[in-house]
């Protein structure tokens, strides 16, 4: 059968790596695909990105199911385009998909289902955010309404840094953040700072039922001991110690069932793969710090490294709403991703950088690539992250190892990578 993945990223690498394993699937388009994709002789890189004419490839084709990878094409709207073409698409549809294109959606979404979260407020005026961060103090967040590549988040630590956020995302001049929202205008959510430590609690939903992958931490700040500013994500490991069995029911009672049951309550049906970002307190209890409708990034990685069980057949499950009938087999191992970044990034990257070192296949590891383009000889840059250096292992700390070890002979000019992704794992 054939396969059609949307997205660039390596995330959608690693959706594509993983479905041409599958003895049922014949070919595995990706639609546009990166330099990695484009190097793969099981996959198939289609210039194509507007909805109907992906629509019409995958009936010309005879595609027999299509997997949307990032948030923007979700957000736009694409499944809903499938959908009336009656092809068989996983993802959510528009409206679903305000989960994640709208934080403001999703803070008023969580309080009216009672679904666990940080206290907020929404503003449109930057000087009643301004006035809203005076009266609450710092730390606080500082988050934009909509869509923006992994920037739209300040963690301010000091006033100073709250208000220079809140002029970044509701500013006027050339300078403000670029956001992609539903209506255009442009909106902060200020939210209260929870203390813990983060997790991406990541399940699969097929209108009905809800069957849950892997647990995985990400490393969202661009330096060692989280310092540094917010990224897209700089690494990520798989399973994350820290969302224990008892975590583990919380999350799926309070909130994950709650949000499926509260979005048909809604009325919006939700399918597609759900994420939920928490922040797990001291004593155990998790609270959503956000919603994607899709999978993480640079999560998928580690998490598809692990599975054994055989993706395309998991996927076919998922459309025909029988996600029930489904037991997922892992490998008992760890998994970690490291990411390589571009120079300049997060602010500026720079593209262009040829890439050299890149090894061939590997039993316990891969390089997904993510923001590369094929070159004349050698893949280049072309965006923010470039690669993300996964392996596995029988800890984390070897698994660790391991990744570094094959980073470390790959090779292209300012790249920018942390030296302690999964710190938190081997500490415990």
């Not at 490839?57 to 694409?78: D, H, M, N, R, Y």
């Not at 979005?263 to 939700?270: E, F, H, L, S, V």
């Not at 489904?326 to 950088?353: F, I, K, N, Q």
Request: net charge neutral; glycine share 10%; aromatic share 6%.
């Amino acid at each position: 059968m054939k396969v059609l993945v949307i997205g660039n990223g390596g995330r959608e690498h690693a959706l594509a790596w993983k479905l041409a394993q599958s003895p049922k699937v014949k070919s595995v388009f990706v639609a546009p695909g990166n330099g990695g994709t484009a190097a793969d002789p099981r996959l198939r890189n289609i210039a194509i990105t507007d909805f109907a004419a992906l629509a019409d490839f995958a009936q010309a084709e005879k595609v027999a199911l299509t997997v949307v990878g990032p948030e923007s094409p979700l957000a736009g709207g694409i499944v809903d385009v499938f959908r009336a073409r009656s092809l068989r698409v996983f993802g959510p549809t528009r409206a679903a998909a305000q989960l994640e294109s709208s934080k403001a959606f999703a803070k008023a979404f969580m309080q009216r289902h009672q679904i666990p979260t940080a206290a907020f407020a929404v503003f449109t005026d930057a000087l009643a955010a301004h006035a809203h961060v005076d009266q609450s103090g710092a730390p606080i967040v500082i988050k934009a309404d909509g869509l923006a590549a992994g920037k739209g988040v300040v963690v301010a630590t000091t006033l100073a840094q709250a208000h220079e956020a809140i002029d970044w995302m509701l500013g006027t001049d050339d300078s403000r953040l670029a956001v992609q929202t539903h209506d255009g205008q442009a909106r902060v959510v200020i939210e209260q700072f929870l203390e813990g430590e983060e997790a991406s609690f990541i399940v699969m939903c097929d209108g009905r039922n809800v069957l849950s992958l892997a647990t995985s931490q990400d490393h969202k700040r661009l330096l060692d001991a989280d310092a540094g500013p917010n990224t897209g994500g700089m690494g990520a490991y798989s399973p994350a110690p820290v969302v224990t069995p008892n975590v583990h029911a919380k999350v799926m009672q309070e909130i994950i069932l709650p949000t499926i049951a509260g979005m048909a309550k809604d009325g919006i049906t939700y399918t597609g793969f759900l994420y939920a970002g928490l922040m797990i307190d001291a004593q155990g209890q998790p609270r959503t710090v956000e919603f994607n409708c899709r999978l993480g990034d640079p999560e998928t990685q580690p998490i598809l490294m692990r599975l054994k069980s055989d993706l395309f057949e998991v996927l076919m499950h998922a459309t025909d709403g029988t996600l029930d009938q489904v037991d997922l087999e892992w490998d008992r191992r760890a998994a970690l991703g490291v990411v390589m970044a571009a120079s300049g990034y997060p602010t500026s990257p720079r593209s262009g950088d040829a890439i050299t070192g890149l090894p061939g296949e590997m039993a316990d590891a891969c390089v997904f690539h993510a923001g590369t383009v094929a070159g004349p000889s050698v893949p280049l840059t072309s965006g923010g992250r470039v690669l993300c250096v996964t392996a596995l292992g029988d800890s984390v700390k070897l698994a660790q190892q391991r990744a570094y070890d094959v980073l470390r002979g790959i090779h292209f000019d300012g790249a920018q990578y942390r030296r302690d992704i999964g710190f938190r794992a081997i500490r415990r």
